[in-house]
């Protein structure tokens, strides 16, 4: 059901359990009770972290976030199962927001509402710190987060907008183009793009391709 959190990320767990997880000596584990690499759903309590990071990704940039920090609260109260972080030793590394919506493409409305019960899912926001960006952590992640998507019950597909500049990103990672997206922030025009869950990505990867 979409409005229950997973909680204790055993159900992550379960979805992910092949997935490879950063390595390190017991003598290491030991010295340091935080784990080393952990992905769990978001709460409210990591809205800060997340901010920090959109903040220094976007504000610098584009001069606009996707989300405002009231946004982020939002959307990690009403859908935190919606959303997925990379903690490094405790530390937000990497961050998915997604909601749901219920209409073919995304609209202007979509940029602050969560529809529950739908089986579309809109990600408002990819993120990666800027420290450790180029590692293939975006990615790692983005396939992660559609993976668990697609364990989910109900959901049929995931919709984004972005520059141009991360089309051939999101297209490596199994989006399709649905062409310009009719959504404008500051000028700024996007591309809509679209992942169908339950199928692609998941067959190439378990071809050995
Ligand atoms: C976009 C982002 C999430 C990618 O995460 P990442 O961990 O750096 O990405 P990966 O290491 O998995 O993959 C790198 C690929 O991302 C794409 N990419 C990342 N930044 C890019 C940029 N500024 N311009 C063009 N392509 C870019 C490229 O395809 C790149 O592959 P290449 O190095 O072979 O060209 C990250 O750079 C980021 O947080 N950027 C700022 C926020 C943002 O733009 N978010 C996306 C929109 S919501």
């Known amino acids: ?11 992550l767990e379960s979805c992910f359990l092949k997935m490879p997880v950063r390595v390190c000596s017991p003598l290491r584990q030991r010295r340091h009770t935080l784990p080393a690499s952990e992905f769990r759903n978001l709460t409210p309590q990591d809205a800060i972290s997340v901010f920090e990071i959109e903040r220094e990704a976007f504000v610098s940039v584009s001069g606009v976030c996707p989300l405002t920090l009231d946004e982020v609260l939002n959307f990690l109260g009403q859908c935190p199962e919606l959303s997925l972080g990379w903690f490094e030793e405790g530390q937000l590394v990497a961050f998915i927001i997604g909601s749901g919506w ?4 995304l609209s202007q409305e979509a940029m602050t509402q969560h529809v ?10 990819l993120s990666v710190h800027r420290h450790c960006r180029q590692q293939g952590k975006g990615s790692i992640l983005l396939w992660r987060y559609l993976q668990y998507l697609c364990c989910r019950p109900g959901l049929r597909r995931a919709l984004l907008i972005c520059e141009d500049f991360l089309v051939p990103f999101y297209l490596k ?3 399709k183009e649905k062409g310009p997206s009719a959504i404008s922030v500051s000028n700024m025009q996007f591309q809509e793009m679209e992942y169908m869950l ?6 190439r990867r378990n071809s050995g391709c």
Request: a negative charge; charged letters at 10%; hydrophobic letters at 30%.
């Open 1 to 11: 059901i979409m409005t229950q959190q997973v909680s204790g990320s055993s159900f």
């Open 102 to 105: 219920d209409q073919e493409r």
């Open 116 to 125: 529950p019960d739908t089986p579309s899912v809109h990600m408002h926001v």
């Open 173 to 175: 990672a199994g989006f």
């Open 198 to 203: 339950g199928g692609q990505a998941y067959a």
